[in-house]
């Protein structure tokens, strides 16, 4: 539980009784752990996986707006704010959670307020970051976003090879289109131009940065 920036400051004590009013659950992949509009009743904590946060529209098109991964949270919003679930959540590959239900959530919060005020700066970083998709949506190019995109990926799951930066999760173009906000064909054909000038490599499945 220490694991988790919330529960940082708390002492052996606080973590038992912590770990009373939790509990695990796993999902496998491609898993849907709730939908956008629904009521929501529990705060998620990652042990383990990777979580897709994404917004669809009715033509089916979506829009991935982040992937969470280990000791990260989601399903905050729902709870703090008392509306319902503003987006949807899958696992993207086996997940195992950590659930805290609404009441002993709220609970949690008026104990230990430095909970309440980690949660605040993971939302200011998370505002950031939206603003960011803002901006790039709005003044940047398809390809420029993709680029964007490599990078991002790159930063949080490269790792370092002969070849380049290898991006260690597997990712299919249509999720690749859905973080970048276009559509799967377009995503096609801006990486084969982005193979064949030799930036990048795919290596069964993986893709690789020659050059960041
Ligand atoms: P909630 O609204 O309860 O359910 C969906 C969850 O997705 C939300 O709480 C947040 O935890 C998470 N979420 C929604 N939008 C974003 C975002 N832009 N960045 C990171 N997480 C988000």
Not at 94 to 108: A, C, H, M, P, Y
């Given at each position: 539980?220490?694991?988790?920036?919330?529960?940082?400051?708390?002492?052996?004590?606080?973590?038992?009784?912590?770990?009373?009013?939790?509990?695990?659950?796993?999902?496998?992949?491609?898993?849907?752990?709730?939908?956008?509009?629904?009521?929501?009743?529990?705060?998620?904590?990652?042990?383990?996986?990777?979580?897709?946060?994404?917004?669809?529209?009715?033509?089916?098109?979506?829009?991935?707006?982040?992937?969470?991964?280990?000791?990260?949270?989601?399903?905050?919003?729902?709870?703090?704010?008392?509306?319902?679930?503003?987006?949807?959540?899958?696992?993207?590959?086996?997940?195992?959670?950590?659930?805290?239900?609404?009441?002993?959530?709220?609970?949690?919060?008026?104990?230990?307020?430095?909970?309440?005020?980690?949660?605040?700066?993971?939302?200011s970083n998370?505002l950031r970051e939206?603003n960011n998709?803002?901006?790039?949506?709005?003044?940047?190019?398809?390809?420029?976003?993709?680029?964007?995109?490599?990078?991002?990926?790159?930063?949080?799951?490269?790792?370092?090879?002969?070849?380049?930066?290898?991006?260690?999760?597997?990712?299919?173009?249509?999720?690749?289109?859905?973080?970048?906000?276009?559509?799967?064909?377009?995503?096609?054909?801006?990486?084969?131009?982005?193979?064949?000038?030799?930036?990048?490599?795919?290596?069964?499945?993986?893709?690789?940065?020659?050059?960041?």
């Amino acid at each position: 539980l220490r694991n988790f920036i919330l529960f940082q400051d708390m002492n052996e004590q606080e973590l038992e009784e912590l770990s009373k009013i939790t509990y695990q659950r796993v999902y496998d992949k491609n898993e849907i752990i709730f939908l956008e509009g629904e009521v929501g009743d529990a705060v998620y904590l990652i042990l383990d996986g990777l979580i897709k946060v994404f917004r669809t529209v009715e033509s089916g098109r979506e829009k991935t707006l982040v992937l969470l991964g280990q000791w990260e949270f989601f399903g905050e919003m729902a709870l703090l704010d008392k509306s319902l679930r503003s987006a949807s959540i899958q696992a993207m590959k086996t997940s195992q959670l950590l659930v805290i239900d609404r009441e002993k959530f709220n609970g949690l919060l008026l104990k230990f307020p430095q909970i309440s005020l980690k949660i605040i700066v993971t939302l200011s970083n998370r505002l950031r970051e939206a603003n960011n998709q803002i901006k790039a949506l709005t003044f940047k190019s398809v390809k420029e976003r993709l680029h964007l995109v490599l990078l991002d990926l790159a930063d949080k799951y490269g790792e370092i090879a002969e070849e380049g930066t290898v991006i260690t999760k597997k990712i299919t173009h249509q999720e690749l289109a859905n973080l970048v906000g276009t559509t799967r064909e377009t995503i096609t054909k801006l990486l084969n131009e982005l193979i064949e000038k030799g930036i990048i490599i795919v290596k069964q499945r993986y893709l690789i940065l020659v050059d960041k």
